[in-house]
C-alpha cells in the first residue's frame, strides 16, 4: 500500500539530546512537509522540501533541522536548541502545487 | 498572502442532528481548498477538496462542503452527524501564488457529538 511512515509512534528525549524522528513515502511524491502540532492548536509549519537536496524554512524552523537526500525520505532532526520540543510532530507529501497533502499518523514526542 | 479562520473552534451537536463547520479564507488567486478531519492521536485524513471545478464538492463519509466566491467561504456540512464523526476539522488553503505549495491551516474546530 502506498503512503506515508512515521516512526517511531512515541518517543521520549532527555533535555539536552538530539533526536530524529523519521518520515519515508513510497507515493512518489516530490514535495514533502515537517509540523509541529500543540495540544488545542492547529499545525504549524516546521521545514518542507520541494525537491531532493534542497529544503526551506517553515514559520518554526528553529531549533530543527532536516535533509533530502533521497526522494523518499525526509528526516527531522529536533536539536538541543529547541526550547519546548514536547508536541505531536506530523509529517505529510504532496505531488505538486494547489494538490492535497497526505499525512502519517504523526509522532509524539516527549522531553523528560 | 493567503489565511484561513474556522470561525468555531467547538462545536457541539447531538448524533442525528445536521452538522456545520464555517471555514472563511483569504487568497490573492483563486485557490485550492480542503477539508481534512483528525481523530485523537492521529494523522490528518482529507475529506474533501475544491479545486476550482464544481462549488459543490461531495467528501467521504458524507460530508460536503460549497466554495462561495462571493462569501470568501468553504462550510463544511453533513446532514446526520454520527457518533464516529467526533473529532478535529481543518480547513486548509493553497493557492498557485505560493512557491512552495505550503498549505495555510485553520486552527481547527473540534467536532463532539452527542448520543
Known amino acids: 500500500d502506498g503512503g506515508i511512515t512515521q516512526s517511531p509512534k512515541y518517543l521520549f528525549r532527555k533535555e539536552g539530546q538530539n533526536v530524529t524522528l523519521s518520515c519515508e513515502q513510497n507515493l512518489n511524491h516530490d514535495a514533502m512537509y515537517w509540523y509541529r502540532q500543540d495540544p488545542g492548536q492547529g499545525l504549524r509549519l516546521i521545514y518542507y522540501?520541494?525537491?531532493?537536496?534542497?529544503?526551506q524554512k517553515g514559520d518554526i524552523a528553529e531549533g530543527y533541522s532536516v535533509s533530502r537526500e533521497k526522494k523518499e525520505s525526509f528526516p527531522l532532526t529536533v536539536t538541543s536548541a529547541q526550547k519546548n520540543p514536547t508536541a505531536f510532530y506530523l509529517c505529510?507529501?504532496?505531488?505538486?502545487?494547489?494538490?492535497?497533502?497526505?499525512f502519517g499518523q504523526g509522532t509524539r514526542l516527549t522531553v523528560v | 498572502a493567503q489565511s484561513v479562520t474556522q470561525l468555531d473552534s467547538h462545536v457541539s451537536v447531538s448524533e442525528g442532528t445536521p452538522v456545520l463547520l464555517r471555514c472563511n479564507y483569504s487568497?490573492?488567486?483563486?485557490?485550492?481548498l480542503f477539508w481534512y478531519v483528525q481523530h485523537p492521536n492521529k494523522g490528518l485524513q482529507l475529506l474533501l477538496k475544491?479545486?476550482?471545478?464544481?462549488?459543490l464538492v461531495k467528501g467521504i463519509n458524507g460530508f460536503e462542503a460549497e466554495f462561495k466566491k462571493s462569501e470568501t467561504s468553504f462550510h463544511l456540512t453533513k446532514p446526520s452527524a454520527h457518533m464516529s464523526d467526533a473529532a478535529e476539522y481543518f480547513c486548509?488553503?493553497?493557492?498557485?501564488?505560493?512557491?512552495?505549495?505550503?498549505?495555510?491551516f485553520g486552527g481547527g474546530t473540534r467536532l463532539m457529538v452527542k448520543p
Open positions: 475544491y479545486t476550482s471545478a464544481a462549488t
Open positions: 505529510a507529501s504532496s505531488s505538486g502545487r494547489e494538490t492535497e497533502a497526505f
Open positions: 486548509v488553503v493553497s493557492d498557485r501564488g505560493n512557491a512552495g505549495n505550503m498549505l495555510t
Open positions: 522540501s520541494q525537491i531532493v537536496n534542497d529544503f
Open positions: 487568497s490573492s488567486y483563486s485557490p485550492s
